[in-house]
Each structure stands twice: as C-alpha cells, then as structure tokens.
C-alpha cells in the first residue's frame, strides 16, 4: 500500500483530500512520517496539511529534522502554533533545539506561554542529563484521591499526557510520595484511596543524572516510564522507554564512532556532507599517523640488525598485526562489558588477572604454532633457529603485552572521566605496534649477537 500511496502523492494530483485520507487512515504515524523521506519540497507541505489534525503533531515528531524544518518554513504562524504546542514537551524541546536561529524565533513566538515556559525548562539542562530528555507530561494523583474518581480524572486529562500506565503520587508540596499502576487501580475497590494502594519504595533519577545512568536503571528493572526528581525529590518530569531507546541508539552509534578513531556526528551519513565527514575523521587521523612515526623511529634505530639479518624483517608485520588484533580485541570486550555494566573500575585488578591469562594462552598457542611455520618454510639452520626463538618469544610477550593496554587504557580512562570509547582501536594498536618491535629486536639482538 504503502508503494501505491507514494505514487500517488509524487503525482501532481494531490488535490484528493479524501484519496489521501482513505490511504492512511489505518497507517501508523511512524510509516507516515517515513512517507516524508520521498517527497520532494512543496509536496511534503501538501501532505502535511492533509493529514488529520489530531494526529498531525505526532506524525511531525518522527519526521526528520530537515524535513521538519522544510515543512515549518513554509506552514502559516497559526499552523505552526497548532504543531508546537500539540507537541509533547520534550519532542518540542528537541525540535526547538534542531532548528536554526531564525526558524526557532518564529516558532517561539508563535508557541503558547505554557509551551516556552517548559520548552525554556527542559532546555535549561545538561544535553547529557537526565532533565535534558525527560517530558513534564506525565499524570500525577493526590493520595486521597478514591480509586472511583481517577478514572474519571484520567478519561478528562489522560489525553495530553505522554502515558497515562503509571501515575506518580505528589503531596501538596509537589513532594514524589508514591507511584501506582492503571491496573493496580483497575482492580482495586472504587472506594479505596490511591495512597492505600500506591507503591512507596520507587525508582527515580536526579535531573543532572546522565543519560546513561537512566538507560541502565530502565534495563535493571524493566521500566516503562522513569520519575525524575530535582534536589528536593520533588517531582519534575519522566523519562519513557521510547526516550532511553533512542539515547541507547544514539550512545552506541557513538561509542562505535570513537572505537573507530572517528568524531562522531548526529547527522546520518548520506546527509552529511563530505567537508564534515573529513573534518570528524582528520584530527584521528593525524594523531595516529604522528604516533605511527614512533614505529619508523624504532625500526631505524635497529637498522643495523635488519642489515645482518634481513629474514627478520620478514616477520614485522606479522608481529604488528598480532599486537594490533589482540589488543583491539580485549579493548573492545573491556569497553562493552563497561557500557553493559558488567565492569567498573573496581574491577580493575580482576580484568587484568582473567586478561593476562587468557594473554598467556592464546601466546603459548600462536607461538608454537609460529615457531613451526618457521622451521618448516625456512630450515633448521642455527641462523634460521635463532630466528624462529626471536619471534616465537616475541609473539608472545606481545599479545600479552597488547591486552594488557587492551584492557587498561578504557579503564583508565573512565576512572579519568573520560569515555573508554576513546580508547580507539587504532590507537591501542600503535601503542602495541610500537611495544611489540622493541620487544623483537631486542630478543633478536640477544639472540643472534647483534
């Protein structure tokens, strides 16, 4: 259907309000905001307008930024109040916060008073906090209230508000005092009062907790909705699921970004332009090529033992790409099972111990595989033999060696407050690249009597 739609809207006949309206009468919002995506300028607008007002805010809510801002561009200052102010708070908050200077003025002064004021309020906050992601649509209830009369209550108000499943109970000082389910209150006796039927002990963040913090307590305890309370536990707004899925999707994409060496950007990749996509590439780039340096400085100042034994510079890169790929592998392991929580910093000595092992048996293995390769391809020859110890030995003092950057660097990090996502890959590589090349010349200077 959804193909046959297209067709239609791309048509220049759009004049078929009610054509329209047959297609997408039974559609999601989501799929309807997708429609948007292949609609060229001018086209958009005239979908837009078609689209029935009770759910017109919400389709704009998944709309892209560039389109939302093509749309508001050419909408009236009464349709664009319409759209502002239909918009739960925290999806104007991030609209506002999208928009250039000169759309944002408009839009704010076409905006109700309630609306600024709590666009102004969740705009106060920390991007990275829990107050910068929260709504202040939420339902609240008095703990007298009767179980009969909140039905009632939620039939009349329920409709604004971002859920309506769980509502939070406040004293007359805003106080958070309790929470209660729709079903807890859907079984219990008319008569009975909220307060006799609410759930005192309650999860909550503080506005200035950071987005993570939220995403880990819904995973922990499987919520749909998140209270947030100010520094007087007084109640100023939640976090729902929909909220902490896309921060989850956003901190990912992010940290995969920065084990990758690149700066990340919130823009998707086939709309950001190529200027962009090498500035956020260029300052990695740069640094790892200077640190590279390092190796080239090493492998000079043992040229003299490349130059008496030149078998042994066959045998660099194999040593380099071993470092690399197991540092690069216990890196990433250390910095996911941080992200999960899985590993804090306490954890440092334990991570060490069960890395250094591991370490110790995947280098017995390589080695003795390596040392065989060698005897096979190159003889058994004193020269040849003493090589093949050089390298046996050096391949595994160096995977140790990487996985114990490997697993250091990120905890490091964090206990330094900085993301252990930083530790890219790339750069625990030339770290290992370095190390691991003093290590074999060393050993082959030792050996060969260089």
Known sequence: M???????????EMSGAAVIHAHIKDMDIVDIADLFENLDAGKDVRLFRLLPKVIAADVFAYITPEKQQAIIEILTDKEQASIIDDLFADDAA????????????????????????????????????????????YF???????????????????????????????????????????RDLLFAEPGAKVKDIMTETLQTAHTLDTREQVAATFKKYGMISLPIVDSENKLVGIVTVDDVLQVMEEEHSEDIARMAAV?????????????????????????????????????????????????????????????????????????????????????????????????????????????????VFEGVGEQALNVAIAVTLS?????????????????IAKRLRIDPANMAAPLITTIADVLSLLVYFGFASLLLNI
């Not at 959804?2 to 220049?12: A, M, P, Q, R, V």
């Not at 007298?144 to 971002?162: A, H, L, M, S």
């Not at 391949?395 to 905890?411: D, N, R």
């Open 2 to 12: 959804n193909e046959t739609l297209l067709e239609l809207l791309k048509s220049d």
């Open 94 to 137: 991030d609209l506002i916060d999208e928009m250039p200077a000169n759309v944002v003025k408009r839009l704010l002064q076409n905006a109700s008073p309630e609306t600024r004021q709590n666009i102004n309020h969740l705009l106060k906050y920390p991007d990275n906090s829990a107050g910068s992601i929260m709504t202040v649509e």
């Open 140 to 182: 609240k209830l008095k703990p007298d209230y009767q179980v009969g009369d909140v039905f009632d209550i939620i039939r009349q108000y329920g409709v604004n508000k971002e859920t309506i499943y769980t509502c939070y109970i406040t004293d007359d000082k805003k106080t958070l005092v309790g929470v209660v389910s729709v």
């Open 263 to 375: 700066r990340p950007s919130d823009t998707p990749y086939l709309k950001t332009g190529v200027y962009k996509h090498s500035r956020n590439r260029i300052g990695w780039l740069l640094i790892l090529m200077i640190s590279a340096m390092l190796t080239g400085f090493v492998i000079t100042g043992f040229e003299n033992v490349l130059v008496a034994v030149p078998l042994l510079m066959a045998f660099v890169p194999l040593l380099m790409d071993t470092a690399g790929n197991a540092g690069s592998q216990t890196s990433a392991q250390v910095i996911r099972a941080m992200a999960l929580g899985e590993v804090t910093t306490k954890h440092i000595i334990q991570v060490l111990w069960k890395e250094l092992r591991v370490a110790v048996l995947c280098g017995v293995v390589l080695s003795i595989v390596n040392f065989a390769r060698i005897i």
């Open 395 to 411: 391949l595994c003092l160096t995977v140790i060696i990487a996985k114990t950057i490997g697993c250091l660097l990120p905890i």
